[in-house]
């Protein structure tokens, strides 16, 4: 019976210090960036798997940085929208919260989580991109409620970047990465920004532009709709007026834009066939709120198709610099630099001369452009 006892005890104390041991590894690596631990160079400095966890550490940088000013939206805001923008300078610490792949019901819910743990919280500025108000658009499989609106990392999250066995692959390709890239960002800055370049080279194999947005066109939601026979259709509009009054409530400056992605995709839109429904959502958006438009065909989202676009990474999302653009025009700063037909505040009484301006380029651009048209229509036919 002792010698039953012992045997239970030595295997005992080995299983603790096996999880011992691959816990404190866990920790040290942290390869989501949920423990704000040290960083070594070369051991933990680059954190390629942080873009597999985006909304949970999203959700706890809020926690620790408690932003004065958020960026909210999809992955277009995390690309393109820049916290470090000098208009910011009296907001600071700034922070992009789009999250990848995020429906407008997720962009609100994390913009209340930013609230709660700054209830002084100044000012946001709020990506409303189309897609966002699919109604076929559900929530991600990684979004949690239970890690919103809360000041601390969840048991379930903490266990998960402790325990489990992504973690310990996690922490594995981490110091790969590290020993193969150091000193470089990851996927992401410390401010919560997409890294353009690291995103290109990991995620589409250093393909960029014209070269990766056949694969992107064909996967929209648009394009799905189309292909599976059911017409594109959105809801979830009152999620726009349950945020307008959170701002009015909570006394923060808040700014609503749609991004401007490359003309390809608006054309996906119209070959689509959900042109109309587009037009009528600007509509509706116009009735709830100011909002700027960067979208249709302008001097920036006209950037000729080649291998390394100057605007744009692929059909969907632009370059910071076209960003630092939008954020001059919405808060008039430096706007001499900015074109002339780049960005235009709806309101009920824009927004139809607006539209209207919007199809009557849209007819000169494809005249003048046939070939980025046939492009797009290969796209939706191959």
Same mark, same amino acid.
């Not at 700027?292 to 910071?320: A, C, E, Q, V």
């Given at each position: 019976m002792k010698d039953y006892q012992r045997y239970f005890?030595?295997?005992?104390?080995?299983?603790?210090?096996?999880?011992?041991?691959?816990?404190?590894?866990?920790?040290?690596?942290?390869?989501?960036s949920v423990f704000n631990?040290?960083?070594?160079?070369?051991?933990?400095?680059?954190?390629?798997?942080?873009?597999?966890?985006?909304?949970?550490?999203?959700?706890?940088?809020?926690? $620790?940085?408690?932003?004065?000013?958020?960026?909210?939206? *999809?992955? $277009?805001?995390?690309?393109?929208?820049?916290? !470090?923008h000098p208009a910011l300078a009296e907001v600071q610490p700034a922070y992009n919260l789009g999250i990848t792949g995020a429906n407008i019901y997720e962009a609100r819910r994390y913009f209340e989580h930013a609230i709660a743990n700054n209830p002084e919280l100044k000012q946001a500025a709020i990506g409303v991109d189309f897609f966002m108000f699919g109604q076929d658009k559900k929530n991600q499989d990684d979004f949690s409620e239970d890690r919103l609106l809360t000041s601390h990392i969840t048991p379930q999250d903490k266990f998960n970047s402790i325990f489990s066995l992504g973690a310990i692959r996690?922490?594995?390709?981490?110091?790969? !990465?590290?020993? *193969?890239?150091?000193?470089?960002?990851?996927?992401?800055?410390?401010?919560?920004?997409r890294n353009t370049d690291y995103y290109v080279s990991h995620i589409y194999g250093g393909l960029q532009g014209v070269d990766i947005m056949g694969d992107l066109l064909r996967e929209n939601d648009f394009f799905q709709s189309k292909k599976q026979g059911n017409p594109y259709e959105i809801s979830h509009l009152e999620?726009?007026?349950?945020?307008?009054?959170?701002?009015?409530?909570?006394?923060?400056?808040?700014?609503?834009?749609? *991004?401007?992605s490359h003309v390809t995709h608006w054309e996906s839109i119209r070959?689509?066939?959900?042109?109309?429904?587009?037009?009528?959502?600007?509509?509706?958006? !116009?009735?709830? !709120?100011?909002?700027?438009?960067? *979208?249709?065909?302008?001097?920036?989202?006209?950037?000729?198709?080649?291998?390394?676009?100057?605007?744009?990474?692929?059909?969907?999302?632009?370059?910071?610099?076209?960003?630092?653009?939008?954020?001059?025009?919405?808060?008039?700063?430096?706007?001499?630099?900015?074109?002339?037909?780049f960005g235009v505040l709806l309101t009920p009484e824009t927004v139809e001369n607006?539209?209207?301006?919007?199809?009557?380029?849209?007819?000169i651009w494809a005249n003048n452009h046939p070939d980025v048209v046939e492009f797009v229509e290969n796209v939706l036919n191959n």
């Open positions: 005890r030595i295997v005992l104390s080995v299983i603790l210090m096996q999880v011992l041991t691959i816990s404190g590894f866990n920790i040290a690596v942290d390869p989501y631990n040290p960083i070594w160079v070369g051991f933990n400095q680059v954190k390629p798997e942080k873009d597999k966890q985006v909304r949970m550490f999203k959700a706890i940088d809020i926690i $620790r940085i408690q932003p004065n000013m958020v960026f909210i939206g *999809s992955s $277009r805001t995390e690309f393109g929208l820049d916290p !470090a996690g922490s594995l390709k981490t110091i790969r !990465a590290n020993q *193969s890239s150091v000193n470089r960002v990851g996927y992401f800055y410390p401010d919560g920004r999620e726009v007026k349950n945020i307008v009054k959170l701002c009015q409530k909570k006394n923060i400056k808040c700014d609503f834009f749609i *991004s401007p070959l689509s066939g959900a042109w109309q429904l587009f037009e009528e959502w600007k509509r509706d958006l !116009a009735q709830i !709120a100011p909002v700027w438009d960067f *979208s249709g065909y302008n001097s920036i989202t006209t950037d000729p198709l080649s291998s390394n676009m100057k605007n744009y990474i692929d059909s969907s999302h632009y370059r910071k610099e076209i960003g630092d653009l939008v954020l001059n025009r919405i808060w008039q700063y430096n706007e001499d630099i900015v074109p002339k037909d607006h539209l209207k301006q919007i199809r009557e380029n849209r007819k």
